[in-house]
């Protein structure tokens, strides 16, 4: 069955970055993109960006450009989201999500990654 | 301040059908299909509505999707204790070439 998870609850200061990890299983890795949707405290579903497993390539949400990188390692089936310069109102939990195609839905979820940024 | 409009809340009884709307622009709604996400508190969303009224396996059919130019809506029919949570719609925006959310929607089983 496909699962997707994800590392463990960050606690960064401000200025810093923090690196979160997706590990997907159950399926062929480079098949399926891959998105960020993050949601800070009591908030709504803000989406991040997407990448491209088999390509590397990424579009990211305009508000993000120049902040976030996203990677991937296919060796290990496991994206990667980096976000720097961090400030108190990136505290937010992350997700991976599966999209069933570039602008399709996002079928799956991770279990979401808690970042809290905290002097 | 989201993209997509929905009502803050909505609230219904056992048995009754309640409707979330979701309102966008040409450049969205207008444009893509919608989906929408259930979401319980501490939990991940997950996918209720895909393609404006695709149900993916496991979903109930008391729950159903509509669209019409750039609005939408989901209903729910025979509204059971276990519907209560937070719904959201998204869809693709093609003026900021990503996707875009509404700001939830929290129902209320009474």
């Known amino acids: 069955q496909v699962q997707l998870v994800q590392s463990g609850a960050e606690v960064q200061k401000p200025g810093d970055s923090v690196k979160v990890s997706c590990k997907a299983s159950?399926?062929?890795?480079?098949?399926?993109?891959m998105n960020w949707v993050r949601q800070a405290p009591g908030q709504g579903l803000e989406w991040v960006g997407i990448?491209?497993?088999?390509?590397?390539?990424?579009t990211y949400a305009q508000r993000f450009q120049g902040r976030v990188t996203m990677t991937r390692d296919t060796s290990t089936s496991t994206v990667y989201m980096e976000l720097s310069s961090l400030r108190s109102e990136d505290t937010a939990v992350y997700y991976c999500?599966?999209?069933?195609?570039?602008?399709?839905?996002?079928?799956?979820w991770g279990q979401g990654t808690l970042v809290t940024v905290s002097s | 301040q989201s993209v997509l409009s929905q009502p803050p809340s909505t609230s219904g009884t056992p048995g009754q059908r309640v409707t979330i709307s979701c309102s966008g622009s040409?450049?969205?709604?207008?444009?893509?299909?919608v989906n929408w996400y259930q979401q319980f508190p501490g939990t991940a969303p997950r996918l209720l509505i895909y393609?404006?009224?695709e149900r993916p396996s496991g979903v109930p059919d008391r729950f159903s999707g509509s669209k019409s130019g750039p609005s939408a809506s989901l209903a729910i029919s025979g509204l059971q204790s276990e519907d209560e949570a937070d719904y959201y719609c998204?869809?693709?925006?093609?003026?900021?070439?990503?996707?875009?959310f509404g700001g939830g929607t929290k129902l209320t089983v009474l």
């Open positions: 998204a869809t693709w925006d093609d003026s900021l070439s990503g996707w875009v």
């Open positions: 393609s404006n009224n």
């Open positions: 159950g399926y062929t890795f480079t098949t399926y993109y």
């Open positions: 999500a599966r999209g069933h195609g570039y602008k399709r839905h996002f079928e799956y």
């Open positions: 990448i491209t497993p088999s390509s590397g390539l990424t």
């Open positions: 040409s450049s969205n709604l207008g444009s893509n299909t």
